[in-house]
């Protein structure tokens, strides 16, 4: 099935987590957590460890984010962890990875697995594509 949506970010916060031993890079890592809200066939909330090497100025960088989703999809109910990351030369997302964490789906999500994309849209609209199965 696929279930498409939009969300926002409600909170992005950064922490003061380092990597150790310290390594110095041409792009400096860091970890934020993050707090989302969705709203169409997925609909619900997640929070979300994020890291990234990321260059603000020019848009430089990749990340990597884990997500605990709780909500719905098309109307069942229920939870799963997810995972993506893609990587930016400042005006592009390539290498992009999206993928539903095996086992991790429980209520009426449970057995979930499957793929999926997150794209900005020009006017910055955040969307969601989940293709996924249950059993």
């Excluded at 989302?36 to 929070?47: D, I, L, N, T, Y």
């Excluded at 990587?87 to 057995?111: H, K, M």
Aim: hydrophobic content about 40%; cysteine-free.
């Amino acid at each position: 099935m696929r279930a498409n949506g939009t969300f926002s970010v409600k909170a992005f916060v950064p922490t003061e987590l380092k990597p150790e031993p310290a390594v110095a890079t041409g792009l400096p890592v860091g970890v934020a957590t993050m707090e989302k809200h969705f709203e169409g066939e997925v609909a619900g909330r997640s929070a979300t460890l994020f890291t990234a090497a990321y260059d603000q100025q020019s848009g430089v960088g990749t990340y990597v984010a884990m997500e605990s989703f709780e909500g719905s999809l098309h109307g069942r109910s229920g939870a799963f962890n997810f995972v993506h990351s893609a990587t930016t030369s400042g005006s592009d997302r390539t290498a992009e990875f999206f993928t539903i964490v095996p086992s991790s789906g429980i209520g009426d999500l449970a057995g979930i697995s499957g793929t999926g994309a997150l794209a900005v849209d020009a006017d910055g609209t955040h969307r969601i594509r989940l293709d996924y199965e249950l059993g």
